[in-house]
């Protein structure tokens, strides 16, 4: 079921808005649609109340005013949101969606736009009739509040949305054309296979790159690092079969080849240095180390380990703990 406020648009909230939540916000906005945004870096929401969210792309540069809110401002909301795009750190999933479940309508739904598989912690606290998986590819960075840094366009950014638990098609439906302001997006059978295939991409390019403090294109051309790359890439694709998914296409792939694994990685991967990142595009856990923020190791390469040693299994790559140092 669709739902709608009284002027036909539903009220929709964005619960996490740093780089890729802001930017997808204030496309939302600029389709002219009701968003409230919500974030816990108290810096970043009055930057956005005052001089609304900058997004800087390769072809264009857009300011859009919007409504922002602190955490603690949840506890004055009255009306209920019909749709919530969670967009917090994987780490976090669970939290933030017991603090916006008092505000999300009955028939409501949250779908999680997040790196890692935490779609389970959504269902935990609002069930499986509220809750979509989401895939996203978006290249961008955030550091300084209110001013975003988009690297892939509408025209190069991704997205995939579908019903992990119950059947929703009519919230698929409603999503997808929503998304479609920010970027192209599939509506997909098997969300949770679609979700791993994102987690094989995330295991291969971010820890990778991060740990020598360079881009994702300038970590690949690193003398030997592909190859390291790939084969962290492989040993969550193993995980994530051991764990009964299948390899399915995404990004616009229109096919793979489930008896070349080594393939779907290498192919993956060369799709997102070629489509999705500029040469000085980093990835999000190197952002976070420079922070000096928590990063999401733990969902991505811990999440890898954990599924291989259950299947008494090794994992040489994903197991060996990153250190890093930021001059």
């Known amino acids: 079921m669709s739902l709608q406020t009284s002027d036909g648009g539903p009220r929709i909230a964005v619960l996490g808005t740093g780089a890729n939540g802001a930017s997808i916000a204030a496309d939302l906005i600029r389709a002219g649609h009701d968003v409230t945004l919500i974030d816990q870096w ?20 857009t300011v859009t005013p ?4 602190h955490l603690c ?21 669970r939290w933030s969606s ?9 028939e409501g739904v949250i779908i999680g736009l997040q790196n890692g598989m935490s779609v389970d912690d959504v269902t935990a606290v609002v069930g499986p009739e509220r809750t979509l998986g989401g895939v996203i590819e978006v290249s961008s960075a955030m550091y300084q509040p209110g001013v975003i840094e988009r690297h892939s366009p509408h025209s190069r950014s991704w997205f995939a949305v579908g ?14 054309g929503l998304l479609s302001a920010s970027g192209t997006v599939e509506i997909v059978g098997d969300i949770m296979s679609a979700k791993w295939m994102k987690l094989v991409l995330n295991a291969t390019e971010l820890v990778p790159s991060a740990i020598l403090g360079l881009s994702v294109a300038e970590a690949a051309a690193y003398p030997g690092m592909r190859e390291l790359m790939l084969r ?13 998914h299948r390899m399915v296409p995404i990004f616009g792939l229109e096919s793979v080849d489930p008896d ?30 420079m922070k000096g923020r928590k990063s999401e190791v733990d969902d991505i390469n811990g999440r890898v380990v ?14 060996r703990r990153p250190r890093l140092r930021i001059e």
């Not at 393939?263 to 999705?276: A, H, K, P």
Request: proline content about 9%; charged content about 25%; cysteine-free.
């Open 306 to 319: 954990k599924e291989l040693a259950a299947l008494g299994q090794m994992a040489p790559v994903m197991q």
């Open 73 to 93: 401002d949840v506890a004055t909301l009255r009306e209920p949101f019909d749709i919530v795009f969670l967009v917090f750190k994987a780490y976090d999933s």
């Open 66 to 69: 919007v409504r922002a809110l």
């Open 98 to 106: 017991r603090l916006i479940e008092p505000h999300l309508a009955p």
């Open 260 to 289: 070349r694994p080594d393939l779907f990685v290498e192919t993956v991967f060369d799709m997102m240095l070629d489509l999705y990142v500029l040469p000085h595009t980093r990835s999000t856990v190197l952002q976070d180390w």
């Open 42 to 61: 108290p810096a970043h929401v009055e930057a956005m109340r005052d001089r609304g969210i900058r997004v800087e792309m390769p072809d264009a540069t």
């Open 163 to 176: 019903s992990p638990h119950v059947p929703l098609p009519d919230h698929e439906q409603q999503i997808s």
């Open 232 to 244: 962290a890439g492989r040993e969550a694709l193993d995980a994530a079969i051991g764990a009964g």
